[in-house]
């Protein structure tokens, strides 16, 4: 059974940073899609980024380049979401998705995140940045 598990979220004051952690079992393939979700309350879901775990080649969406960073540890099934320079507008429930399917390019082209293709999801890890 897959299992999705975000961790790692809190309250910051502007101008900090967090490291937001996913934990993923139950795959018994080594090839998947991970991406990183925001929901704003009142908000669309937003895909931030996502990695094609086999090779470690991303896709940053163009609004958190410079901010946000994804990336994996291969040895713990664990995929990370570096924050730095926060800001109150970064309140959100941010979530991991994960998928086998659709490939390499499908993941690293961010056809994946841009259509939410993703089979399994997390339940969330909120964060809340104050002024």
């Known amino acids: 059974r897959v299992q999705v598990t975000e961790s790692g979220g809190g309250s910051v004051e502007a101008g900090g940073s967090l490291r937001l952690s996913c934990a993923v079992s139950?795959?018994?393939?080594?090839?998947?899609?991970m991406g990183w979700y925001r929901k704003v309350e009142g908000k669309e879901r937003e895909g931030i980024a996502s990695?094609?775990?086999?090779?470690?080649?991303?896709y940053n969406a163009d609004s958190w380049k410079g901010r946000f960073t994804i990336s994996q540890d291969k040895d713990k099934n664990t995929l990370y979401l570096q924050m730095t320079d926060l800001k109150p507008d970064d309140t959100a429930l941010y979530y991991c998705?994960?998928?086998?399917?659709?490939?390499?390019?499908?993941?690293?082209?961010?056809?994946?995140?841009?259509?939410?293709?993703?089979?399994?999801w997390g339940h969330g890890t909120q964060v809340i940045v104050s002024s």
């Open positions: 990695i094609y775990t086999d090779n470690g080649d991303t």
């Open positions: 998705a994960a998928d086998r399917s659709g490939g390499e390019y499908h993941c690293t082209g961010g056809f994946a995140l841009g259509q939410s293709d993703f089979r399994y």
């Open positions: 139950g795959f018994t393939d080594n090839r998947l899609c």
